[in-house]
């Protein structure tokens, strides 16, 4: 049911992306990835790569993708996609908790993951939003479009369905659209671009644009996403080498 309805909803809209802010080239920290029904064609969703084989987006785009597009700035990936996995409490609610979902490459990418983050945001923190621009039906775009915005109280995004939940955050500023459910919300901790949220849905007028959207909150399904990621390499400890006062030398009296 998701899957049809997303498809649906791409169809009438003819697949319109992130129709503000400002085009960008894409974000080396977080390679974008073009879920499309089709080989080559539009896309219906967006995604985030987080291991070589593993593109996190949302519910929605679980089942309604068949391959995957990953660009950089040097090089172009048409990966075919395996299979796709929502969060176990998702439903066909578009207010659901845990709107998020992991997608399985067939093959390995061989752009390094993006670097996650599931520390919890403020009220006031600036983040960046992602969109791909208007893409339709004769294939897939290059074009990035990337937004500033804030994160708001949950309560002004009470009109936004499903807003006013844990697992998501609101944010005033990026206007998103269709292709976008799934694209990454980025912050800056401790001097690197890491990505804390996903776009996932916003009401929205005829020309695809809102004032206040909902985005999917990553600290709340750090046990869902974790499993997925490639495990950081074991760190050892060195072995301390002795000191004058730990070793004391031994001189023979005279």
Known sequence: MLALLVWSLAVSLGVKAMDDGHTVSMPSSAPLVQ???FNEGPHICTGVLIAPNVVLTAAVCADASKTATIRSKEDV?????????????????????YDVAVVLLRQKSKQPPAKLSFDTLSIGKQVLTYG???????GATSQVREMNGIVMSPSDCNPVPGAAIDSAICISGPLSCIGDFGSPVMAVVDGQHVVV???????????????LARYTR????????EPYLVPPPTETTPTPTP???QCPVYRPSL
């Open 132 to 138: 791909l621009s208007q893409a339709f039906f004769d």
């Open 77 to 97: 990936e048409h990966l075919e996609i395996a299979s796709g996995r929502a969060h176990r409490t998702v439903s066909d609610d578009m207010a659901t908790q």
């Open 243 to 245: 000191t004058s006062s």
């Open 218 to 225: 990553l600290s709340t399904m750090r046990d869902f996403i």
């Open 197 to 211: 949220g996903l776009s996932t849905w916003s009401r929205q007028s005829p020309t695809c644009g809102t004032f």
């Open 35 to 37: 879920l499309s029904k």
